[in-house]
């Protein structure tokens, strides 16, 4: 019978994760252009897929639209925002897979779908990078551990109880090592 892993995804929101701080300033702009996206998306759904000459695409971006608020309260809302932005970065494949056949030779506003294509693709490489960013961040240790080893000195006993506790200890005659380590005894008189 198998033990069942209690390794946790590296995707997974991991509370002890702690990014550097321009990570996850990074991260929140991200969450705040999500809220700001989700919201253009609702709101001009239908003028974006005229613009884009795709027009019965209005409710699939309007869609798109709830998706990116979600993922922008997700991110602001996280205290660890890793899942949301790998979630945004999930997104942008869909994206990209939805703008694609607009790029087909009769679409007359096929130039505004490689604008749409290109303005992706730089998103997508900004949310790649910062997912990587917090993906890689270090951790805390975990509570049970910080509880098991807080009060721990690495000493057998306390300090005060160690000092002197060589004061009578006595190096073996064949010690080999370097001079200045060597027992230091007086010269004959």
């Known amino acids: ?74 991110i602001l809302g996280a205290q660890d925002p890793t899942p949301w932005i790998c979630a945004r970065v999930a997104g942008d494949g869909i994206d990209i897979a939805s703008v694609l056949p607009a790029l087909e030779g009769d679409n007359p506003n096929r130039g505004n779908a490689m604008v749409a294509l290109a303005s992706l693709a730089g998103v997508t490489v900004a949310d790649v990078l910062c997912a990587q960013a917090l993906i890689d961040a270090p951790r805390m ?22 000092r002197g506790a060589a ?9 080999v090592g370097p001079e200045a380590m060597r027992a230091w005894t007086a010269p004959a008189a």
Not at 27 to 46: H, I, K, M, N, P
Not at 146 to 162: D, K, L
């Open 167 to 175: 004061a009578d200890f006595e190096p073996p005659a064949d010690i």
């Open 1 to 74: 019978m198998s033990v069942p892993s209690r390794r946790r995804s590296r995707f997974a929101s991991d509370p002890r994760r702690r990014p550097a701080p321009a990570a996850a300033q990074f991260a929140r702009g991200l969450g705040w252009f999500s809220l700001g996206l989700g919201v253009t998306e609702l709101a001009f759904g239908d003028a974006i897929a005229r613009w884009l000459g795709m027009p019965r695409s209005g409710p699939l971006i309007r869609a798109y639209g709830l998706r990116e608020i979600a993922q922008g309260a997700g």
């Open 141 to 162: 240790p975990s509570d049970a551990v910080r509880a098991e080893y807080g009060r721990r000195s690495g000493f057998p006993r306390a300090a005060a109880a160690m």
